[in-house]
């Protein structure tokens, strides 16, 4: 098992930054991959970025966020960071990190709390 545990969310004007930070305890040999996911009112959660965690470190975007967001990680104090500037309305959600860890062949899925970031103009 393991746990996800997010922190950073909160209310940010319209062209703010807001930092989210997810820590991981627990079983995390195997995680391979950790990201970011967003879930605003009366949609879908969607990917928002995501992070190998390998040696290259390979990062992935959704469209809307490239060149606002940057996922990084700290491998040493397994946390991986959700840096968000130039923030808009639409950003508005609560942001879930999540994990996909590879133990006996097969691969699990686990997910945080969530943290609410809400951005008004």
């Known amino acids: 098992q393991v746990q996800l545990v997010e922190s950073g969310g909160g209310l940010v004007q319209f062209g703010g930054s807001l930092r989210l930070s997810c820590a991981a305890s627990?079983?995390?040999?195997?995680?391979?991959?950790m990201g970011w996911f967003r879930q605003a009112p009366g949609s879908q959660r969607e990917q928002v970025a995501t992070i190998l965690n390998d040696v290259d470190g390979l990062t992935t975007y959704q469209d809307s966020v490239k060149g606002r967001f940057i996922i990084d990680r700290d491998n040493a104090k397994n946390m991986v960071y959700l840096q968000m500037n130039n923030l808009k309305p639409e950003d508005t959600a609560v942001y879930y990190c999540?994990?996909?860890?590879?133990?006996?062949?097969?691969?699990?899925?686990?997910w945080g709390q969530g943290t609410e970031v809400t951005v008004y103009s």
């Open positions: 999540n994990a996909n860890a590879l133990s006996g062949g097969r691969v699990y899925d686990y």
């Open positions: 627990g079983n995390i040999v195997g995680i391979y991959r």
